[in-house]
C-alpha cells in the first residue's frame, strides 16, 4: 500500500523559530509536493518537486523553502516562523504516467500552530 | 487568484438522494481535472478524474461531468450514503502534474 508519511502530526513553534516539516514516500515517485490548507482557501501550492535536487515554487512560496536531497524525501522549511504560517500544512507525491488514474497521494498532515 | 473554485462552502442532503458538488475553473489550460474527498484529521484522497477529452466519467455512484466551453465541472453521487459525508476538493491541473485546488465543499449526508 502506498504511503506518505508526514514526520509530526503536531508542531508549535514560537515565532522567529526554524522550523523542518519532513515528508517521506516510499512509491518512488519522480513528484512531490507541499500544499497548505487554510479554511476558505482550500489547498494551495507552496513549493514542488520533480527530481532530486530540482525544487519549483508553487502560489505561495514567500517565507518557505524546500529541500530534496533523496528522491523519497521532501523537507519544507520554514526559515522564521510567523504566526500567519499557522496552518495545515500537507505533502503529496505522484507518479506521471499515473496520474489521471491515482491522482497525487497525500500524507495525513502536519498542524503546525506559531505562537 | 484562484483558478479552481467552488462557491458552495457547505451542502446537505438526505441519505439516498442525489448530491451535485460544483466547481468552476479560469484557466483554459487546464486539461485535466480531479475531485478528491477528505475526512477530518486524514490527507485528502483521489475519488475520480476526467481529461479534456471526454464530459464525462463514471465510477460506481460516483460521476464527474466537465463543460469545458462554461469551464465547469460537477460531481454526482447517486444514492449519497452517510458514509460520503466528507470535505469534497476539486483540482485542476495543465499538465500531467502541478493541481489547484478549489477552497472545497462540506457535504452531510443525513440518515
Known amino acids: 500500500d502506498v504511503k506518505v508519511t508526514q514526520s509530526s502530526r503536531y508542531l508549535v513553534k514560537r515565532t522567529g523559530e526554524k522550523v523542518f516539516l519532513e515528508c517521506v514516500q516510499d512509491?518512488?515517485?519522480?513528484?512531490m509536493f507541499w500544499y497548505r490548507q487554510d479554511p476558505g482557501l482550500g489547498l494551495r501550492l507552496i513549493y514542488f518537486?520533480?527530481?532530486?535536487?530540482?525544487?519549483e515554487k508553487g502560489d505561495i512560496p514567500e517565507g518557505y523553502s524546500v529541500s530534496r536531497e533523496k528522491k523519497e524525501r521532501f523537507s519544507l522549511i520554514l526559515e522564521s516562523a510567523s504566526t500567519n504560517q499557522t496552518s495545515m500544512y500537507l505533502c503529496?507525491?505522484?507518479?506521471?504516467?499515473?496520474?489521471?488514474?491515482?491522482?497525487?497521494?497525500f500524507g495525513s498532515g502536519t498542524r503546525l500552530t506559531v505562537v | 487568484d484562484q483558478q479552481v473554485k467552488q462557491n458552495s462552502p457547505s451542502l446537505s442532503v438526505q441519505e439516498g438522494r442525489i448530491s451535485i458538488l460544483n466547481c468552476d475553473y479560469t484557466?483554459?489550460?487546464?486539461?485535466?481535472f480531479l475531485w478528491y474527498k477528505k475526512y477530518p484529521a486524514e490527507g485528502p484522497t483521489f475519488l475520480i478524474s476526467?481529461?479534456?477529452?471526454?464530459d464525462k466519467n463514471e465510477d460506481g455512484r460516483f460521476t464527474v461531468f466537465l463543460n469545458k466551453s462554461a469551464k465547469h465541472l460537477s460531481l454526482h453521487i447517486v444514492p449519497s450514503q452517510p458514509g460520503d459525508s466528507a470535505v469534497y476538493f476539486c483540482?485542476?491541473?495543465?499538465?500531467?502534474?502541478?493541481?489547484?485546488f478549489g477552497a472545497g465543499t462540506r457535504l452531510t449526508v443525513k440518515p
Open positions: 484557466n483554459s489550460m487546464f486539461d485535466y
Open positions: 518537486s520533480y527530481d532530486v535536487k530540482m525544487k
Open positions: 483540482a485542476a491541473s495543465a499538465r500531467d502534474n502541478d493541481m489547484r
Open positions: 476526467i481529461s479534456s477529452i471526454k
Open positions: 512509491m518512488d515517485h519522480e513528484n
Open positions: 503529496a507525491s505522484s507518479l506521471d504516467e499515473q496520474f489521471l488514474n491515482y491522482g497525487y497521494t
